[in-house]
């Protein structure tokens, strides 16, 4: 899957490119507007990271450009945190979805996982890991090949383990992927750790393999055989 980061921001950026590669993409980068726009008329890509606020002109303004020619690109827009008008003008102009920032490099990845998934599946969608099996068409899972029942939460949580699987993925993260600008709302994370420990007591009611791993003083990893 091929990658276009429009940022100005030269941290972020490079650290956006040097996570999402070692994911297994392919990512090219613009700074400004025009940059920007000389790309996207010259290239194709699966997904366009886009931040709103670029020199030399609005990120908006160039999703609105080049949606026209590129409808089936997928955009995830990058919004400041209270632009709330920013992120509806964005949705109607044809982008995905949207980041706030500062964000964590496991939620922005999340997010193109679920974005790319959406736009590059039909019908039935599975990921196998060991002897569990998610349905992504249908939100179903299996262990072993019996059931297992999730809450909307857990189903969310468990996908966030599996998509950032052999990594660290801190509590703060995990809330902010499940109750976005309101993680706050997760007293001192407690619900994480409720979450957490609810899917793997059902997950460990069906299997033999203990997928997730407490890292102390860091957070969750999830592991596989």
Known sequence: MKLLLVEDEPLLLEEMESYLTEQGYRCE?????????????????DLVVLDITIPGGSGLGLLQQFKL???NTGVLIVSAK?????????????????ITKPFHMEELNARIFALLRRRSFNGENQIRIDDLSINMAHKSVTVAGQPLTLTKKEYELL??????KNRVVSR???????WGDHYDMADNYDAVYVHTMNLRKKIAALSSTDYVKTVHGMGYKWSSQ
Do not use: M, P
Request: hydrophobic letters at 35%; glycine letters at 6%; aromatic letters at 14%.
């Open 29 to 45: 980068r613009a700074t400004t507007f025009f940059e920007g726009q000389e790309k996207l008329h010259l290239y194709h890509y």
């Open 172 to 178: 703060q993260s995990i809330a902010e992927h499940l």
């Open 159 to 164: 996908l966030y383990f599996v998509i950032n």
């Open 82 to 98: 209270n632009s709330l008008d920013d992120k509806v003008s964005g949705l109607q102009l044809g982008a995905d979805d949207y």
């Open 69 to 71: 020619d590129h409808k």
